[in-house]
């Protein structure tokens, strides 16, 4: 089911309303087919809104506010982080002002700021799960979540 820029967790399972059964400490996102698009936001169980990535066919997940203004971060793009020609990595990049940040580390490119990275596992079965925890918590810099709501650009 989908609302305004927003796609919650819907089910792949034979039974209907039955949900795959997630890893300790994840939660179910959909199958792997609803995340085609470079960038998929999604509503968590938490209440948070997250993006799914889609960079490469690899998937990765990141809080979906940017901690400068509160911008969506969904409405933005993906790069790559590349140094001299090698492409050593990839960001997102936040519409409003143009910062990008680290998929894996979460680390701004131009500021001090992090935004929180989630691990993302993909089963047998195309099932995409989400850990509930931030895998960088030991990235430092300033966070800002703004509630867990996005500002209007």
């Known amino acids: 089911m989908c609302g305004p820029g927003y796609c919650a967790m819907s089910s792949t399972a034979s039974t209907p309303n039955q949900l795959p ?32 990535v889609n960079r490469r066919n690899k998937l990765s997940a990141v809080v979906n506010i940017c901690p400068h203004q509160g911008a969506p971060l969904h409405t933005g793009s993906c790069v790559d982080i590349e140094d001299f020609g090698i492409v050593w990595g990839s960001a997102i990049v936040c519409t409003r002002h143009g910062w990008n940040f680290d998929l894996e580390t979460g680390a701004c490119g131009s500021t001090r700021f992090v935004i929180d990275v989630f691990d993302v596992k993909v089963d047998a079965q195309e099932n995409v799960f989400v850990s509930l925890e931030p895998k960088n918590k030991d990235t430092q810099g300033p966070r800002r979540d703004f509630g867990g709501k996005e500002s209007e650009i």
């Open 21 to 52: 059964t997630p890893p300790s400490g994840y939660f179910y996102a959909g199958p792997k087919s609803s995340f085609t698009n470079e960038i998929t936001p999604i509503e968590t169980p938490l209440s948070k809104r997250f993006s799914i």
